[in-house]
């Protein structure tokens, strides 16, 4: 049993985790040649495969990585059910997660056929959502944009870097930017929470 302190907004600081993905297109060959435009439009999870999923919990991360696919995945569903213990209170927090993360996890599940945890989208907090009110189709701000302006450690790479990574078979540096990420977004998330941003609601 986990025990939480009580935020100041009535929040349990400890009643959630933090999940990041990371993705790298299926057919590297000719990926480095094309437009950006063009690149963008492979990551999704019909065209890319994941690479790595972190999950940080209690101030710890937890990477998953492998050759496999299909066991990054185990793994990972594994991690969930072992954090929520079917408690539904536990929140999932990620930076952009309902419209990339989750969805991208949850089709390389079925193709992967890989059973997962099922899941209630109200109890999955966007961050990117959060901080635009509900309008991030409109307001500009990358998790690496917002970590630095609240103080957040200044860093060079961003995720235009994961596949030189990949195709170089770098996954101690992989692991390293997924870990940091993990961290800005915990830091965002507790920003969030001191700031009343976590209340805000669609309707």
């Not at 000719?30 to 495969?49: H, Q, T, V």
């Not at 009110?133 to 307001?139: D, E, F, K, L, N």
């Not at 170089?168 to 540096?173: Q, R």
Request: charged share 30%; hydrophobic share 40%; net charge negative.
């Amino acid at each position: 049993m986990f025990l939480f302190d009580i935020g100041p907004n009535g929040f349990m600081d400890g009643d959630y985790f933090i999940v990041d993905v990371e993705t790298c297109p299926i057919e590297m060959e000719g990926y480095f040649e094309l437009s950006e435009a063009e690149k963008n439009k492979l990551m999704n999870p019909i065209d890319s495969k994941i690479v790595a999923i972190g999950i940080r919990h209690d101030d710890r991360n937890q990477i998953f990585m492998d050759e496999s696919e299909k066991k990054i995945l185990d793994d990972f569903w594994l991690a969930w059910k072992t954090i929520k213990k079917g408690d539904p209170s536990v929140k999932v927090v990620g930076f952009n997660i309902l419209d990339y993360d989750l969805p991208f996890i949850t089709t390389r599940s079925f193709i992967n056929d890989v059973v997962i945890s099922p899941f209630t989208i109200k109890l999955v907090i966007d961050l990117r959502q959060k901080l635009s009110a509900y309008r991030s189709g409109r307001v500009r701000g990358t998790l690496k944009e917002l970590s630095e302006l609240i103080g957040g450690e200044k860093a060079e790479e961003d995720g235009s870097m994961v596949a030189k990574w990949c195709s170089e078979n770098n996954m101690d540096k992989l692991k390293e930017y997924l870990s940091k990420d993990l961290e800005k977004t915990d830091a965002l998330y507790k920003r969030a929470l001191k700031t009343n941003v976590l209340l805000i609601e669609r309707w």
